[in-house]
């Protein structure tokens, strides 16, 4: 039988709301970093529900998520070309 991983930090557990509803969520950062993530997604699913005041729970989710994505697919080519400008200033 293999080893057993131990964790390097203890799971944190928080309730959150997102979108009227409650959920538990458990991770490896702090509660507080649980809630800011939670409060985020929340606010994203708002503003698509405000913008598509018709749109079932679950369109607004899928919505909120591809936002939420298109944002972090933005961020991710904004670092990669900071990156890039770093490596190409050090050899100079």
Known sequence: MGEQKEKNQE???????IMDQKYVIKGG????YLEK???????KMHEVSRNNSKLQPL??????????ADELNKLQEDY????????????S
């Open 11 to 17: 799971q944190s557990r928080v309730t959150v709301t």
């Open 29 to 32: 950062e702090s509660p507080k």
């Open 37 to 43: 993530v939670a409060n985020y997604v929340d606010r």
């Open 59 to 68: 369109k607004v989710a899928v919505l909120a998520a591809l936002n939420i």
């Open 80 to 91: 990669d070309d900071l990156i890039r400008l770093i490596e190409e200033e050090k050899k």
